[in-house]
């Protein structure tokens, strides 16, 4: 089964530096999203992404984030200057076009880890 | 408005037992509402979903019960069994802008 991948699988980086969240969606996906979930809580939306365009932000997704779809396979999520509260489990998803509430389909998530 | 609110925050149940867990929302233009289902190290996974123009939906031993009136929907677990264990997270999302907004998740543990 075809299935969303990210990498790394943990990233360690010191504050204020950038760093940079992989993701290969599903093949013929065309909607991806990025989520993230602080240790013991819910996940959150970040952003959403259709058309080599930003479809929707979180109110965390400030200036400090972007978001990239750099070939037909991947799509990045940038931090260009990390602080302590980024840690968190990042998550790409993708859903196929078509109707809207196609299931989302999840990475098992990178952990990100600023010191 | 945006919330979804979801309990209990941890349940332990006996193989064979049913698991039950509940979310409530406030926003009526959610029109979609998936469960996921994540193991430890691993990325949500989609359970099952429902739309409120049906009040249940099963698949399997999994069911879930949508009360559009009271705005709030339930995932039973049949004979629950050890490789249920999980965090279980409910979800609504609307129709257009597609974002899922989950509950806080409930941690599950089925004891044989």
């Known amino acids: 089964e075809p299935e969303v991948t990210q990498t790394p699988s943990h990233q360690v980086t010191q504050m204020g530096q950038e760093v940079i969240l992989r993701c290969v969606p599903i093949s013929n996906h065309l909607y991806f999203y990025w989520y993230r979930q602080i240790l013991g809580q819910k996940v959150e939306f970040l952003v959403s992404?259709?058309?080599?365009?930003?479809?929707?932000k979180s109110e965390i997704f400030d200036d400090q984030f972007s978001v990239e779809r750099p070939d037909g396979s991947n799509f990045t999520l940038k931090i260009r200057s990390t602080k302590l509260e980024d840690s968190a489990m990042y998550f790409c998803?993708?859903?196929?076009?078509?109707?809207?509430?196609?299931?989302?389909?999840f990475g098992d998530g990178t952990r990100l880890s600023i010191l | 408005q945006q919330q979804v609110k979801q309990s209990p925050q941890s349940l332990i149940v006996q193989k064979g037992g049913i698991s039950i867990i509940n979310c409530a929302y406030e926003n009526t233009a959610f029109d979609y509402f998936p469960w996921y289902q994540q193991f430890p190290g691993k990325g949500p996974a989609l359970l099952i979903a429902i739309r409120p123009d049906v009040s249940e939906k099963k698949e399997g031993r999994f069911t879930i019960s949508f009360n559009k009136s009271a705005k709030q929907f339930s995932l039973h677990i049949m004979d629950s069994q050890p490789g249920d264990s999980a965090t279980y997270f409910c979800a609504a999302s609307r129709g257009n802008t597609d974002k899922l907004i989950f509950g806080t998740g409930t941690r599950l543990q089925v004891f044989p």
């Open positions: 998803a993708s859903r196929e076009m078509g109707i809207a509430n196609q299931p989302q389909h």
């Open positions: 992404f259709y058309n080599n365009e930003i479809s929707e």
